[in-house]
């Protein structure tokens, strides 16, 4: 007897408008980095994209965690520009605190 696959368990999220915008900006632009190198992206990449896209106020430990690396890049970029480099810090901050 199989079982149907567990829902990973989602935290709840309240980013303001310029946070989700970085937070979208970075997920946006690793999908296209996927997809350039002609590979598909992981899926919880394309679901966190959709949740971004739809306006949901919950991700899951995973994508929480993905998206502190992604925004950490982005941080130690020298061509991201400090406003952006401001908010991406902030987030990275604020992330582990939704998720243990």
Avoid: N
């Avoid at 709840?12 to 946070?19: A, G, K, M, S, W």
């Avoid at 970085?22 to 980095?33: L, N």
């Avoid at 306006?55 to 520009?81: C, F, H, K, M």
Wanted: no cysteine.
């Amino acid at each position: 007897m199989s079982s149907s696959p567990s829902k990973a368990k989602t935290y709840d999220v309240d980013f303001t408008r310029e946070q989700a915008w970085i937070a979208h900006h970075r997920v946006v632009t690793q999908v296209d980095e996927s997809l350039d190198a002609g590979s598909q992206p992981p899926e919880w990449l394309v679901d966190l994209f959709e949740r971004l896209e739809t306006g949901a106020d919950s991700i899951t430990g995973r994508q929480a965690a993905e998206l502190q690396r992604l925004l950490a890049d982005y941080v130690e970029d020298t061509e991201t520009p400090a406003d952006d480099e401001r908010v991406a810090a902030a987030l990275i901050d604020e992330l582990p605190t939704i998720y243990p």
